[in-house]
């Protein structure tokens, strides 16, 4: 009977050691350590917070909501490496879950705040990158996904959404911004699915009284004019043009700032003797609502990087490159080293200010709004003046009207004028079926294979809505988007060579060139190249574009 009893023994021993290994090597919780992990919400957020869809530092805002180059951006860009996990924002039911036209894949949450109704939207995941399912109920701060790259997508990020009234059910989307910029870190505190699921309670954000957008809390009205001096900002008469402009910036448009540092005689590194560098200092650091402020001012900054000639930043321990990857910085023992207190930006510098120096006024969120000429040195970098033009459309027939008033505002080079008067040379008076004799087609005359990679249907805001070379360059709305997207294109691929004297001429005359003669052979030529269709060309389009300008 021992044999028998030992051999029991064993076997059970086998058994229960097997259901401890399937408990723990489960690969149900492979996400088991990501802040928040898994699906049962994990970390998740203090009760009545929101989340932000990805954790603090792995991010950086890429587009903005209803920006000058992208009137009809729906939502918010965050570019974060592919992979980088994700987040639902507040506590609700997943409506949709997997493939959608456009986004590749996508998660739509509906949530109840404060007895209202509303959606979030994740974009762009691949098929493997979706962590839930349609009927799933989530918490704030619950890991749902994956950042991917799929669908109409130029690179990993999550494209972000935020409805009020609900995304499928006849909603209107509104800026998520101000929801962003008061969202804490994912895993910052234990969820509380009772507090969260169906009616979580939290601040809305407050209203723009005009308009009815969304707007961060306590911010500064638009700017306008050239941007006033402030006694907040110490030691200005070392800080370089750059440095002074960002400083007048946060000062007008961030009144909770009092104090902006710059200049100091001796430190680590070269950015402050030298002028290039400033500090905004950050009331009640410490505090929710002072990290808003500085997560406010980082993404102000970041968005109008161009504008102010911004190098890198850096706030709450993350270094922040105009261009390229944010990464973590080293823990430099305390809050001030560590820029919990404090934003910093060093810029390029500009030169000293010279006697009358201006600088132009504040940009507004949402806008790319240009800066005056200053003649410094240093100021070709900052986005020239262009002055757009309002359009006169007495003459445009009515099915382009939309279309060319809407693609003027797609970037600083292109006004609605001056996109008429391209589309009217090109199709010899604005015909829809002019084919040239080397085969360029309809209004803007693109040659087939330049529609195929630059072309694209486009829906009722303008966004596209087909994949390259989709729809028609026949068609006034395709057509007129595709013109005005590749004008843009090539401007801003020509800034880098204007910049560094690489390219000669003024910026439209180049784009145009390049329009009518490849981007190329601007290139190859350092300028206008010297064909003669090209160099009449870049005469005629502004001239007939002067016929489309309001007086």
Not at 69 to 92: E, K, N, V
Not at 316 to 339: F, K, L, S, V
Not at 405 to 410: S, Y
Request: negative net charge; aromatic residues 6%.
């Amino acid at each position: 009977m021992r044999p028998i009893k030992l051999i029991v023994g064993l076997v059970i021993g086998i058994i229960l050691l097997t259901l401890v290994m399937v408990v723990v090597l489960d690969p149900r919780d492979d996400d088991a350590c990501r802040p928040g992990g898994g699906l049962s919400g994990g970390g998740g957020v203090p009760a009545g917070e929101l989340s932000l869809p990805i954790a603090e530092g792995e991010y950086v805002v890429s587009s903005t909501y209803k920006s000058a180059d992208r009137p009809g951006h729906r939502g918010i860009d965050l570019a974060a490496p592919d992979g980088t996990s994700m987040y639902a924002m507040a506590g609700g039911v997943v409506v949709e879950a997997g493939p959608a036209s456009g986004f590749g894949n996508w998660i739509v949450i509906d949530h109840t705040i404060d007895g209202q109704a509303y959606s979030t939207v994740y974009g762009h995941m691949w098929d493997d990158g979706v962590a839930v399912s349609t009927g799933d109920t989530v918490t704030a701060g619950q890991y749902i996904g994956k950042v991917g790259s799929a669908g109409q997508s130029t690179g990993p990020h999550l494209h972000f959404e935020l409805w009020e009234g609900g995304r499928l059910t006849g909603g209107t989307e509104a800026n998520p911004q101000p929801w962003l910029d008061r969202a804490v870190n994912p895993g910052s505190g234990s969820a509380d699915p009772d507090a969260k699921t169906e009616d979580t309670k939290t601040e809305e954000p407050e209203k723009d009284d005009d308009t009815g957008t969304d707007t961060p809390r306590r911010q500064a009205p638009r700017s306008g004019g050239e941007m006033p001096d402030s006694d907040k900002i110490q030691s200005k008469e070392n800080l370089q043009v750059d440095s002074i402009r960002v400083a007048r910036a946060v000062a007008q448009r961030f009144p909770d700032v009092q104090t902006i540092g710059g200049w100091r005689p001796v430190d680590a590194y070269p950015d402050h003797p030298s002028g290039r560098a400033v500090d905004i200092m950050i009331p009640n650091y410490d505090t929710n609502e002072g990290r808003e402020l500085g997560n406010r001012i980082k993404n102000y900054l970041f968005a109008h990087r161009e504008f102010f000639n911004i190098e890198y930043m850096i706030w709450r321990q993350m270094y922040i490159p105009a261009a390229g990857t944010p990464n973590q910085m080293e823990d430099r023992g305390d809050p001030t080293q560590n820029h919990y207190d404090h934003v910093h930006v060093t810029t390029v510098g500009g030169g000293m200010a010279s006697a009358g120096q201006t600088y132009g006024a504040a940009p507004t969120d949402g806008a790319d709004n240009t800066s005056e000429t200053t003649g410094a040195p240093g100021d070709s970098d900052c986005a020239p003046d262009f002055g757009h033009r309002s359009l006169n459309d007495g003459e445009i027939p009515e099915e382009l009207r939309k279309w060319i008033a809407l693609g003027g505002q797609v970037c600083r080079e292109v006004d609605s004028p001056l996109l008429a008067g391209l589309l009217y040379h090109e199709s010899a008076g604005f015909q829809a079926t002019a084919v040239s004799p080397v085969g360029a087609q309809g209004y803007g005359q693109f040659m087939p294979d330049t529609w195929a990679a630059k072309g694209a249907k486009v829906d009722e805001n303008g966004e596209i809505s087909g994949p390259p070379g989709s729809g028609s360059p026949s068609d006034p709305a395709d057509a007129t988007m595709a013109a005005a997207r590749y004008l843009c294109e090539i401007a801003d691929g020509q800034r880098e060579g204007i910049a560094s004297g690489q390219l000669s001429g003024d910026p439209q005359t180049l784009m145009l060139a390049g329009y009518n003669a490849g981007p190329g052979a601007v290139q190859q030529y350092g300028g206008v190249p010297p064909y003669a269709e090209t160099q009449k060309y870049v005469q005629i389009v502004p001239e007939e574009a002067a016929r489309f300008a309001s007086a």
